[in-house]
């Protein structure tokens, strides 16, 4: 509103250019402005910002600015005071010296008690949630200097905090987002060489929500889903003129960063799957870890260690490393530890997907993983003790499969099922997914324990090949059990030992051809 206010240079009485064309050989001179002092006490400033919906007002009151020295003349510095006073206890105040030829400023800055809430406009342009309350503190240094070439050059460094921030899901009517602390330590952000550093990162006291819906794929799905504003034909016209310089902008350097540590402490996150009939609910609590060397510019290792707890007695922890993270050649390693997980928690899927619930059990596993752009390696050792389904329930979407004869055949005579699954793939391939070799290998495993019971036996009972055990041969006409048909009994009587669940049923077969001529053959 205040540039609507100043004429433009189209505006300006041509009688003046006249003028000026007249007097040619008289030296023009520079307009030289003096200020020594300039004040203004208890004063308000009212801001109104159309952009976002709905617009962002806020009302600065009081301000105070002091000004000493105020001049253009060459290198010539005034000192600057200004002091914002916002909504609440919030403030604003920037201390230092500014030059006007040339340009060049340095400025301490402090922002302190600054109510997130007040900027709820800017958030609601891009999710549909309401900040409840939060406080951001912010104190450091600001430098600006014009360049010869006519750029500005800024240098900001400081140090910044969230604290308290509470976000509300307007449909759920319900915190979806909180946190206790988010610290910014040794903030570096360089104009010139367009480089953002942070030096340390703190995640204190978050708790967030994953929540699966029926109507959406989720609450971040749904709380993101904003609609595009469509642009006017004017605003359409505008970004055709500017089209040449966003094409140069888009080849000049782009920015780096680096965050040094990142770390994580009393974290929690909640999952929960509102698609399934009971709830599927899981609390992941005590988020703690570290986060070293996340660098755009000189790529180097990154390296993360993660422990956390689930529905309070579960252990997890997370190991890994990403070499070269920002290049296309990257390679990775990950482990994934899991103790004392109770099954119960994921009734509600076996219930849908199994037409079983989950009485008791615990879960143990382990995987690990390599990846690089050419070859995704990995192996998963998981171990279930104590497994027991519940009873059978309705299911339209259960798989057709027998679950109860699967278990009998893996469990063993601890109450442990046990299994080994090593997985493979190449990322380089047309819709490669991680998620889809591993879900394959799992698939594959099961299907073989059912559909081929006797060679999983022989895998039980330590042969090194595989043995048919469905079967064992008497020499036509005779009764005798000859020292291979023996091995195969007392492997059977192993493995039955092994898996004191399975039931063995026994059915004789003669052929009648064979062994009539060996009868025949005997009593003659």
Do not use: C
């Not at 003046?16 to 020594?36: G, N, R, T, V, Y």
């Amino acid at each position: 509103n205040l540039a609507a206010l100043a004429p433009s240079s189209d505006e300006s009485d041509p009688s003046d250019l006249q003028q000026e064309e007249s007097l040619p050989h008289e030296k023009k001179k520079d307009l030289a402005l003096f200020i020594d002092v300039f004040k203004i006490d208890q004063g308000t400033v009212y801001v109104r910002e159309e952009s976002p919906k709905p617009p962002f007002v806020h009302t600065f009151d009081p301000i105070t600015v002091e000004l000493r020295k105020l001049a253009t003349y060459l290198d010539e510095l005034s000192d600057v005071d200004v002091l914002l006073s916002m909504e609440g206890e919030g403030q604003i105040h920037l201390k230092g010296q500014v030059g006007l030829q040339p340009l060049h400023a340095a400025f301490d800055i402090k922002a302190s008690d600054i109510e997130l809430a007040s900027f709820q406009s800017y958030v609601s342009d891009i999710i549909a949630s309401d900040i409840e309350r939060g406080i951001a503190h912010v104190a450091g240094q600001i430098n600006v200097k014009a360049q010869e070439d006519g750029l500005i050059d800024m240098h900001f460094s400081a140090q910044s905090s969230l604290v308290d921030l509470v976000m509300i899901d307007r449909h759920r009517q319900e915190e979806f987002f909180s946190l206790k602390k988010l610290a910014l330590d040794a903030i570096d952000v360089s104009l010139g060489t367009q480089h953002l550093a942070i030096q340390r990162v703190l995640l204190d006291g978050m708790d967030f929500s994953f929540i699966l819906e029926p109507e959406t794929q989720s609450n971040i799905n749904r709380l993101l889903s904003k609609q595009a504003p469509q642009p006017t034909p004017e605003q359409t016209l505008k970004d055709l003129a500017n089209d040449t310089t966003q094409q140069t902008n888009l080849k000049q350097k782009a920015w780096s960063f680096s965050i040094n540590d990142i770390t994580l402490n009393n974290n929690h996150f909640l999952v929960k799957d509102d698609t399934l009939k009971p709830t599927f609910e899981s609390r992941f609590s005590d988020i703690t870890g570290e986060i070293h060397d996340v660098d755009s510019a000189h790529n180097k290792t990154i390296k993360a260690e993660i422990a956390l707890t689930v529905n309070d007695q579960g252990e997890i922890d997370v190991k890994g490393v990403v070499d070269k993270p920002f290049k296309a050649d990257r390679e990775g390693k990950l482990s994934v530890k899991l103790n004392n997980f109770s099954m119960i928690a994921l009734s509600p899927y076996l219930e849908k997907y199994l037409a079983y619930g989950v009485d008791k059990g615990k879960l143990q596993f382990a995987f690990d993983y390599e990846t690089s752009p050419q070859k995704f390696v990995g192996h998963h050792d998981i171990l279930l003790d104590q497994f027991t389904l519940g009873s059978k329930v309705e299911s339209p979407d259960a798989l057709d499969v027998p679950i109860k004869l699967g278990l009998s055949l893996l469990e063993d005579m601890n109450g442990q099922i046990k299994l080994s699954l090593p997985v493979e793939g190449d990322p380089s391939s047309p819709g490669f997914k991680v998620s889809h070799v591993i879900g394959i290998a799992f698939k594959n495993t099961l299907m073989k324990v059912i559909t081929s019971p006797f060679s999983l036996l022989s895998g039980v009972t330590g042969l090194e090949q595989e043995e048919d055990l469905s079967m064992i041969l008497f020499e036509p006409g005779k009764a005798d059990i000859s020292e291979q048909e023996h091995k195969k009994i007392l492997n059977i009587a192993e493995a039955i030992k092994q898996r004191p669940k399975l039931l063995l049923n026994l059915q004789g077969v003669a052929d009648k051809y064979l062994d009539m001529q060996a009868i025949k053959a005997i009593s003659d």
